[in-house]
């Protein structure tokens, strides 16, 4: 145990190897069945896109309110390269991964520039303009989706290969998180809660607080567009509705009531919230009313989050010793 | 040369003069006091150095260069450094990371290094650690290194700002209203502390204060101002017996 406890990242990556072999194990054995793999898998693209998302909500201090868009540029991009225009090729795995990679960084980037186009001007602005900008911006990718028929229009794609699974979810999950868990615990993460606490005083302290925003932004459109080609090759059919309001506006539940100023928090949030309603199927007209009862519920009794500013320890860098402090 | 040297500054929101024809020059060593009734406009000259306000009018040359029209961390980065009248910390930051915030521009490591953790990363972490703490523990605050800044006394969160502001390694260092909220003792140490810094870091400083034995025994230049107008400049002695200054602070018969 000693050991362990002083290589904790190694540490960390065989607990994450234990969970997945558990799940593996309690799938093969007849446990899990498929339908709860598919939500674990759900479950791992939500944490992906709730703790990009808290990257702008949470540690920077903006509101984002329209991260389903990225989503979709990112799972439309994807499905274009590998069902539209390449179909024949992926038909082959060793062929088709590859591919797969390729088509979902692809939709990333694509992801990552739209982010830049919302963001860059918006940013510049003190205040909730970006809040308006991002809701209008996603509702206006899936208008834009839906009136073109080269992208299947209403009626949406189908016959999109089933590339996501297990294995795909957790490593892309856990690279994920690990980069972005490692921005945050850098000189630039800190700027950006710098940004959040005081823009006024992050500015004064030499911090050039728009394009730290922008950045910022942009890579979390950026992983919110390959979760949206993890989503795409999981669901294996994708309509513009998939991306609709209703999904930014999950993302941000997962992420205030797991508590936006913690990667553990966000991750909790979406692993938690992803799961429960499917669990709770047969209250199906009800999760609308227990979703915002929740929420108040937290809100009142918790107001930062279920973590509120905690992280689990093996998100947290271990500290070094410093020097010996004379009293 | 001086350091600082504003000519002819005027500052006006709409129709309101909030600063007309301000000129002062900094020579590099001196500690300045800037004084006058609520509302005079210091806090706005204070704004326009730092590039907070773009000035009407005037010129403002800080180590030989023109920094009108600079942004704020552009200003912070040629080296002039400030504190806020209410005390502005990263709160939800531990006292640490306030003052590795104030050194992010000095950092060497890119955007890459932050996502892969490189060495590079753990070299730069370790630089800005080390320098972070010996700060501190000029300022005391280093056994509360790690707690959240928000949770400090008041006191020693206006020390940690001014540790956070010279983190940035300034050469002009702005103090705006230092001593607020402190009693005599405090203020006593405050004083020792400002003659201190100035030898210490080889700094020059400005700094607004409305408590007068404070003005008084730190400073050695002062500059009065009332309606945005500069209306008496000199030594504290000089200064504590003008009637224009008496007049301004107490009113006319006084």
């Given at each position: 145990m000693t050991f362990l406890r002083a290589h904790r990242t190694i540490a960390t990556v065989i607990a994450f190897a234990l969970v997945y072999v558990v799940i593996k194990v309690l799938n093969l054995v007849g446990i899990f069945n498929a339908y709860y793999i598919q939500l674990i898998m759900l479950a791992g693209i939500n944490i992906v896109m709730t703790v990009s998302l808290g990257m702008v909500n949470g540690f920077t201090g903006q509101f984002s309110i329209g991260h389903a868009g990225f989503m979709a540029v990112g799972a439309y991009t994807s499905v274009m390269i590998?069902?539209?225009?390449l179909h024949a090729s992926v038909a082959n795995p060793w062929v088709g991964y590859p591919v797969f990679i390729a088509a979902i960084l692809a939709g990333g980037l694509l992801a990552a520039a739209a982010g830049y186009i919302v963001g860059a001007p918006s940013l510049?602005?003190?205040?909730?303009?970006l809040a308006i900008v991002t809701l209008s911006a996603s509702e206006l990718i899936r208008t834009v989706i839906r009136v073109s028929s080269f992208l299947g229009g209403p009626r949406g794609l189908g016959g999109i290969p089933k590339f996501t699974n297990l294995e795909v979810v957790f490593v892309f999950a856990i690279v994920s998180v690990v980069l972005m868990r490692n921005y945050l615990f850098s000189s630039h993460g800190r700027s950006m809660k710098a940004v959040r606490d005081s823009e006024i005083a992050a500015e004064a302290t030499g911090i050039n607080t728009t394009r730290q925003k922008v950045f910022v932004f942009v890579f979390s459109a950026f992983f919110a567009g390959i979760s949206g080609g993890v989503f795409a090759h999981l669901l294996q059919f994708i309509h513009?509705?998939?991306?609709?309001f209703m999904k930014s506006l999950e993302y941000l539940i997962y992420l205030y009531v797991g508590g936006s100023a913690s990667i553990s928090g966000a991750m909790v949030g979406a692993a938690v919230f992803t799961v429960l309603p499917e669990l709770l199927r047969s209250l199906q007209s009800w999760r609308m009313v227990i979703y915002p009862l929740i929420l108040i519920l937290v809100m009142i009794f918790r107001t930062e989050g279920i973590m509120g500013l905690k992280e689990f320890s093996f998100i947290l860098i271990p500290q070094r010793q410093r020097k010996e402090v004379s009293a | 040369m001086a350091l600082l040297d504003i000519q002819h500054l005027a500052q006006f929101f709409g129709g309101l003069r909030?600063?007309?024809?301000f000129n002062i020059q900094l020579e590099r060593g001196e500690i300045v006091g800037l004084i006058g009734p609520n509302g005079a406009g210091k806090t706005t000259v204070f704004n326009v150095i730092t590039g907070v306000y773009m000035p009407t009018k005037g010129t403002i040359v800080f180590d030989g260069q023109n920094i009108v029209g600079r942004k704020t961390y552009q200003i912070t980065q040629a080296g002039i450094a400030r504190t806020f009248q209410n005390i502005r910390l990263f709160?939800?930051?531990s006292v640490i990371d306030n003052v590795k915030i104030a050194y992010h521009f000095h950092m060497s490591y890119g955007n890459a290094d932050a996502f892969l953790h490189t060495r590079k990363y753990w070299q730069g972490e370790q630089l800005v650690d080390d320098y972070a703490i010996d700060l501190l523990r000029l300022f005391h605050l280093d056994g509360h290194a790690?707690?959240?800044?928000?949770?400090?006394?008041y006191g020693a969160q206006r020390r940690l700002e001014i540790a956070r502001a010279l983190a940035t390694k300034p050469k002009l260092l702005i103090l705006d209203e230092p001593a607020a909220g402190m009693n005599p003792a405090e203020a006593d140490e405050l004083m020792e502390m400002i003659h201190w810094l100035r030898d210490k870091f080889d700094l020059t400083i400005l700094l607004i204060e409305h408590q007068m034995r404070v003005v008084m025994g730190v400073c050695e230049r002062i500059k009065v101002m009332d309606f945005g107008e500069t209306i008496c400049e000199g030594v504290p002695e000089y200064i504590r017996n003008d009637p224009r200054v008496i007049e301004a602070y107490l009113g006319k018969g006084a």
């Open positions: 590998t069902t539209v225009w510049r602005l003190k205040g909730d303009y513009p509705d998939n991306f609709s | 909030a600063v007309s024809d709160s939800k930051s790690d707690d959240l800044s928000g949770s400090l006394p």
